[in-house]
């Protein structure tokens, strides 16, 4: 099978790799449809200990295919089931686990593997994360399950409700989804990002505000102004950037939600005005991730059309053209690339 393997930071490779078989308790699914993640851009430039503990291994975590054969003893999937594979799955065992906050699991597994034709997926992700798809959810579609599944975790934690204001900080894809479950909710949504093709993706999405903060000093006074003035009740940063951190604290109401979706760098610190936090009863809330749950609460709202996600997809490709996908991606030209192996 062909397949792009990551051998180490900036070397990715073409190449030619046997399809595995199945073991005990494991499954082989032939990859129908796969997307570009921001992750991955990041992970080609500097690797990541978490998500990719060994190498050389398939790259891609984003994925939907079709069971092509099952090992001994699994009882979930059969072959030809049509699945979605999350990118890890939790222990059940430590007391994150048993507390149902398994995105917190001190023995999370990550998998990758969506740039091969086929993927071997574990027995603790079959087990776990490893679901069935809804008989008219396309494969495209049901990719997102992974990347909705972690905005899933922000709009549930912050609590969003029907009519409140909810501002996102950042055009990507995450920025997007974001913004949309927000809206599914009924929430008034603010976008607020940079003016270019991702921008332009945005406003065709519906939001009430698409804020394009190019060549603005001060984006909180801009937002107060969209806001009529009393800030929003819930502000998510989908940017990891501890200034924009800072101004999402800035841009809550008094009694809001502020939400640290965006990870950034490691080593960096933000400014609290403790004054509004204890006063005005701020609620600072980090998230990461996604839960088994989550994977299934995402895949409902695709299969229902809670969600539609197919607007991100701004280009799609063959598997050999992976690392111009991800370059287009680090230049902020695509959203999302679905990739055809
Ligand atoms: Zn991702
Ligand atoms: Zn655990």
Redesign the pocket.
Known sequence: MRAQVFHGPGDLRYEELPVPTPGPGEVLVRVEAALTCGTDVKVLRRGHPLMIPTVPTVFGHELAGTVAAVGPGVRTVREGDRVAVANSA?????????AGR?N?????LFVNGAYGEYMLVPPRVVLRNLVPLAPRLAAPRAAFAEPLACALHAVEAAAVGPEERVVVFGHGPLGLLLGLLARARGARVVLVGRAGPRLTVARGLGFETCLDVTGIDDPVAALREATGGVGAHHVIDATGRPEVWEQAVAAAAKGGTVVFFGGCAPGTSIRLDTRRVHYEELRLLGVFHHTPALICRALDLLASGGVDPMPLVTHQMDLKDVPEALALMARGEALKVLIHP
Not at 90 to 98: F, K, L, Q
Request: proline residues 7%.
């Open positions: 939790p222990c059940e065992a430590c007391r994150y686990c048993r398994q917190l699991c001190d023995d999370l």
